[in-house]
């Protein structure tokens, strides 16, 4: 019954910005993290936030730390990326998941999550 959804993705010049949303619904309860992944073509899908609602704790990746914000809405049951100063390399499709944190809560292997969105697509152009 669990469900994620995300939205908020676009096309935007590169230096601009854009907010996704994850909107989730069903028993969250005991998948307390929540990532988001990204994946262009030609490449692994890689996990660039991370968030354990349990302690509000994040973790980012490289390539995306001090650009990129994971935050929640607990009202609304969402989780929001908000992306700035975006470039080119940013372009791929972004994905939320979302498990059960264990003690490496902050590493975003794909596999360990069991749940996931559709996607949505952010393009950056130069």
């Known amino acids: 019954q669990v469900q994620l959804v995300e939205s908020g993705g676009g096309s935007v010049q590169a230096g601009g910005s854009l907010r996704l949303s994850c909107a989730s619904s069903?028993?969250?309860?005991?998948?307390?993290?929540i990532s988001w992944f990204r994946q262009s073509p030609g490449k692994q899908r890689e996990g660039v936030a991370v968030?354990?609602?349990?302690?509000?704790?994040?973790s980012y990746s490289d390539s995306v730390k001090g650009r990129f914000t994971i935050s929640r809405d607990a009202a609304k049951n969402t989780v929001n990326l908000q992306m700035n100063n975006l470039t080119p390399e940013d372009t791929a499709m972004y994905y939320c998941?979302?498990?059960?944190?264990?003690?490496?809560?902050?590493?975003?292997?794909?596999?360990?999550?069991?749940?996931w969105g559709q996607g949505t697509e952010v393009t950056v152009s130069s």
């Open positions: 069903g028993d969250m309860s005991k998948l307390n993290c």
């Open positions: 968030m354990d609602t349990g302690v509000d704790t994040t």
């Open positions: 998941a979302a498990r059960s944190c264990g003690a490496s809560w902050s590493r975003m292997q794909p596999s360990w999550y069991s749940y």
